[in-house]
């Protein structure tokens, strides 16, 4: 994965002054041969600067080094603040006066975090550098979270046998802030997976519970709704089992990165980003991929989303079913998960929304699609169908079907696929009702919504939605009501309105698949006899 190092010009008292990690610091804290700049003649890396750098218990000091370049030392002032939980640390120290002047020649000074040792704690602590010259004055903040243990000793650190000369890989990936410093736990985990692989079999757990592998989450950030698990009444597995089951997922799927080259961008969205590339197999071979990661500033809650929600349909075979194809997790960089694609394959949403001159998520490059007929819409729901219909035999639900999640051709073919970064990339399609779950509220059955009971027939009611869009466009559903009253207004028996141009025919399917109870709605095999025959009757009028 390439990287985009944003570097911004600041104002004349920074223009004059570094401020970097040396390479003995950046591995001692990173496991990185590179020095990290944060300022830099006058250019700042902001990803650096808003990386929260992780201090693990046994490091209880910070080194930075500084050099003035105006000829002059340049006056400063520091402070370093705790944000939170100050009981389990004590009052920082400097190892240089809060205030002085920058010297014109490289220097290291230390910020020494001691933990009190009697409470059990992450600590953020921000230290704030103001250099001015004049009357001008600039502030940078570096911020760190301290790991704090109650009752554990701190061993002595060496880092005088730290290498110091640093590849040019290890000065990219440093100097674009450290994002990948986030995985780092997540690659040894899958490391220890790849020398099991070959004793260890395959297992899926019986229930995917929504919080899955997940910390807990908040509606700012991704939620932890999980979109595939199996329907079963067997008590939920131990998170640790589900965990272990992710990661050996990882572990048959990792590939190389080196051999991943990653060539436009499909998709973007706030932290997430979908590329269209190309992968080598061992042999040589190259095949078109669609590659899903996330920005250098996602959150661990969103890596591990992304990792759970792909992996998923790991195991599903089936021509209406796009499954992921690998995962590379190398280098301490964001992951990469890997499907098999093609030039000719859009995702549905996007193509609806062109079929009306509508552009969303970055998607550029593509002429806009022939008109949709009411033969086409049919096709394409019967391959949606078909799609679920195998997820379903093999007891997986999807749990969030819509056209975002699929993908079609120039053909007019249509693959399930899941719904990784679909809520970063379709935001306006999900909402959180103060649950700390980002929904898609909008395409969920009534018991679902309120009482998140999913079964076959949750996934039936989303298929008719599904089937919605495709007549409108990709028009949004219920789009005059507010998120908190769709239950009430799906309880009260109102439901989407016929779209214009619809068959009575067609819009009688949906309005079947919204029946208030789940034993009333069609079974998918039912479903499947009704539209092949009415895609038959659309084909002999034509």
Not at 58 to 86: C, H, M
Not at 353 to 358: D, E, I, T, W
Not at 387 to 399: D, F, N, P
Not at 424 to 436: E, I, Q, R, T, V
């Amino acid at each position: 994965m390439q990287w985009l190092v944003l570097l911004v010009f600041l104002p004349t008292c920074l223009a004059h002054l570094n401020v970097y990690l040396s390479s003995a610091e950046v591995w001692r804290l990173l496991g990185l041969t590179a020095e990290l700049y944060y300022v830099r003649e006058g250019q700042i890396n902001l990803y650096a600067l808003n990386f929260l750098v992780p201090v693990p218990a046994t490091i209880g000091e910070l080194n930075f080094t500084w050099q003035s370049l105006a000829r002059k030392p340049l006056p400063y002032s520091l402070r370093v603040d705790v944000v939170s939980n100050p009981e389990a640390l004590h009052t920082p120290t400097l190892s240089i006066a809060s205030t002085g002047f920058v010297p014109t020649e490289p220097q290291t000074w230390q910020v020494e975090l001691p933990c009190t040792r009697t409470v059990a704690a992450e600590v953020d602590v921000t230290i704030s550098l103001n250099v001015s010259i004049g009357s001008n004055s600039t502030v940078v903040h570096f911020r760190r979270r301290k790991i704090c243990l109650k009752d554990s000793p701190r061993p002595a650190v060496r880092v005088d046998n730290a290498p110091h000369s640093a590849t040019s890989a290890d000065i990219f990936y440093a100097g674009a802030g450290c994002a990948g410093a986030l995985l780092l736990i997540a690659a040894v985990a899958a490391a220890g997976c790849r020398a099991r692989a070959r004793k260890l079999r395959r297992a899926r757990s019986e229930e995917q519970d929504a919080h899955a592998f997940l910390p807990d989450s908040s509606c700012k950030s991704a939620a932890s709704y999980t979109s595939y698990r199996r329907p079963t009444s067997v008590p939920t597995v131990a998170a640790e089992e589900r965990a272990r089951d992710l990661q050996q997922r990882i572990a048959e799927l990792t590939i190389q990165r080196c051999r991943v080259r990653l060539r436009s961008v499909a998709m973007e969205g706030t932290f997430g980003r979908v590329y269209r590339g190309t992968y080598a197999d061992e042999d040589g071979r190259e095949q078109e991929v669609l590659v899903k990661t996330v920005a250098e500033h996602a959150s661990q809650v969103q890596l591990s989303l992304l990792l759970q929600e792909g992996c998923m349909l790991y195991g599903i075979h089936h021509e209406r079913v796009l499954s992921v194809l690998g995962v590379s997790i190398e280098d301490q960089t964001a992951p990469f998960l890997l499907y098999p694609w093609g030039s000719q394959w859009r995702n549905l949403k996007q193509f609806l929304l062109a079929c009306r001159g509508v552009t969303i998520g970055g998607a550029t490059g593509c002429a806009p699609p022939p008109p949709l007929t009411t033969q086409h819409v049919v096709r394409m729901a019967l391959h949606a169908l078909d799609g679920l219909a195998y997820l379903h035999s093999q007891h997986v639900l999807h749990k969030d079907i819509s056209a975002r999640n699929c993908v079609v051709d120039e053909n007019l073919r249509v693959m399930i696929a899941d719904n990784a970064l679909s809520r970063d990339l379709f935001p306006a399609d999900y909402h959180c009702l103060g649950d700390n779950e980002n929904r898609p509220i909008k395409w969920l059955a009534l018991e679902a919504l309120s009482k998140k009971q999913f079964s076959p027939a949750s996934d039936v009611w989303a298929l008719g939605v599904l089937l919605w869009e495709l007549t409108t466009l990709s028009h949004q559903p219920y789009a005059e009501v507010d998120p908190f009253e769709v239950a009430a207004y799906l309880r009260d028996g109102y439901r989407l309105q016929q779209p214009a141009n619809c068959p009575d025919e067609l819009f009688a399917v949906m309005a079947y698949c919204w029946a208030m109870s789940p034993d009333d709605r069609p079974t998918l095999p039912q479903l499947q006899i009704f539209l092949r025959d009415f895609h038959a009757q659309l084909t002999r009028f034509v």
